[in-house]
Nanobody
Framework: QVQLVESGGGLVQAGGSLRLSCAAS????????MGWFRQAPGKEREFVAA????????YYAGDVKGRFTISRDNAKNTVYLQMNSLKPEDTAVYYC????????????????WGQGTQVTVSS
């Protein structure tokens, strides 16, 4: 059974940092690209970042580029999202996703999702 479990969310002040983790199980982790998405109340789920199977290429949404860093440790079956210089508008539930079958940027293309972790940034 394929499973993704996010952790690391919480409450932080604007300008602070958080590191999200997503632990994967159930299939060969290094065979799949991974992505992070987020969903704020009343909004659609949006792309944040993605990383290829071996971590050689990364992709970012424009509003997080330069502040967030996606990385992965295939030996630990884990993908990370380091978030720096957080802003109140970064407040959302953050989801990791696996296996983008139709491009990295569309949520509909990913086959497997975690349950999400809440990130709240206070002003």
């Amino acid at each position: 059974q394929v499973q993704l479990v996010e952790s690391g969310g919480g409450l932080v002040q604007a300008g602070g940092s958080l590191r999200l983790s997503c632990a994967a199980s159930g299939r060969t982790f290094s065979s799949y690209a991974m992505g992070w998405f987020r969903q704020a109340p009343g909004k659609e789920r949006e792309f944040v970042a993605a990383i290829t199977r071996l971590g050689r290429t990364t992709y970012y949404a424009g509003d997080v580029k330069g502040r967030f860093t996606i990385s992965r440790d295939n030996a630990k079956n884990t993908v990370y999202l380091q978030m720096n210089s957080l802003k109140p508008e970064d407040t959302a539930v953050y989801y990791c996703a696996q296996d983008p079958r139709s491009g990295y940027y569309s949520a509909s293309g990913y086959s497997t999702w975690g349950q999400g972790t809440q990130v709240t940034v206070s002003s």
